[in-house]
């Protein structure tokens, strides 16, 4: 039996190609040949995609596209500590406050608000890349938000949590003692 819908993929529009990159009830193999011949906008929505399958996410981190992988860290369909190391470093600096927030400690725009699975020594980098660095009026609001994001994420090591308790900003520093009292509490 064949199936019409895959038959027809190279006919479709983009934006009837985006739809179905968004469709979490997509097959495999529809997934696959997005990942290998849709357009940027279609892999950006597959890579956001809920139900994506492995094939898919393989071909996505083998692409170029450095927000595609990192969004499929920020949609947790890369969970491998090395693999977000090796992502992070390919993005490193090169993206702004919101986006580092987005794909590596919590996602906004994900069907679900969640954390990643970013190792603590990458939290590290990022606090030392985004957030230990001189504000300015333009991102002292992303500052705050990715220093609270930090200290809620579940994997926020403990030198960054009394640090974030120390903050002179009232919801990072109660964003800190939480996770000093989650950090306590695990290790015991």
Known sequence: MTNRLYDNLDRMTRSELNN?????????????WIAHNAHIQARYYLADNPSLCE???NVLLKGRSRIVKGMLVGSSAVDDPDTIRHIYSELRLRLNNW???????RNYWGRTISSTATPSDVLSRIYKDYVDVPEDNHTRYWIRNLE?????HPNCPLPLAIRFSQSDKPDVKKAGFDAIVRINTQKN
Not at 99 to 105: A, I, L, Q, S
Not at 148 to 152: F, G, K, L, T
């Open 20 to 32: 179905l990159a968004r469709n979490k009830y997509c097959d495999d193999k529809i997934q696959v």
């Open 55 to 57: 094939e898919a996410t």
């Open 99 to 105: 986006r580092v927030n987005n794909f590596f400690v």
């Open 148 to 152: 609270r994001n930090i200290a809620s």
